[in-house]
């Protein structure tokens, strides 16, 4: 069946610094990827999301683009910044259906 | 962009009530609900796909009798908790599917249950 792997956490990191979280998947079909966020005591957010390969999905400084060769979503931010800390999750349509990857916690130090 | 709430954002009960939890779409109509449960520091786990004037689709294991759900119109989505008890304390999270054709899933702000 579909499935979507993130890499293990959590991660930590300095202000300003590079952010890349890893998202791969396996599903057949083309199907709709996404980064969702969530903040402590919260539901999900909407981060980003792509349709369809090599599409690119940007928003607050973060961006994603649609890999199908390598299958993968991968999450990128060029400094991140306090507010940034939060869980973050990849997911994949499939179909009809959203699969998450397991998450990850991301922490940003001042 | 497309909102969607949960009412309440918290309930505490005691064991054996049942309770209700309400999902709006607030700003577009949404055929399709889901429902989905968070245990602490894990991802989501699906428990049933909500369609608006049919009966609810549950995932396996998700005992229907228990956890009632209806969608009675293009904006309201309710779950249930019939005869609450401990292990049903939970997050409870909603979110409806817009109809861009992307499949794309708005989520509410969940709801917390604590039965004692």
Request: hydrophobic share 30%; net charge neutral; charged share 20%.
């Amino acid at each position: 069946g579909d499935s979507v792997t993130q890499m293990e956490g959590p991660v930590t990191l300095s202000e300003e610094a590079f952010l890349t979280i890893n998202c791969t998947y396996t599903a057949t079909g083309y199907p709709s990827l996404f980064w969702y966020v969530q903040y402590p005591g919260e539901g999900l957010q909407l981060l980003l999301k792509a349709t369809k390969a090599d599409d690119k999905g940007s928003n607050k400084g973060f961006e994603a683009t649609y890999r199908k060769e390598t299958t993968s979503f991968h999450l990128e931010k060029g400094s991140v910044q306090v507010s940034d800390s939060a869980v973050y999750f990849c997911a994949l349509s499939s179909p009809s259906k959203l699969t998450f990857g397991k998450g990850i916690t991301l922490s940003v130090r001042p | 962009g497309a909102v969607v709430s949960q009412h309440p954002s918290r309930v505490i009960c005691k064991s054996g009530t049942s309770v209700k939890i309400e999902c709006r779409s607030l700003d577009f109509q949404a055929t399709t609900m889901f429902w989905y449960r968070q245990f602490p520091k894990q991802s989501l786990m699906l428990m049933a796909t909500s369609n608006e004037g049919s009966k609810a689709t549950y995932e396996q294991g998700v005992e229907k009798d228990k956890f009632l759900i209806n969608h009675a119109s293009l904006t309201l989505s309710t779950l249930t908790v019939t005869s609450a008890h401990p292990e049903d304390s939970s997050f409870y999270i909603c979110s409806a599917r817009d109809s861009d054709g992307t499949d794309t899933q708005y989520f509410g702000p969940g709801t917390r249950l604590t039965v004692l």
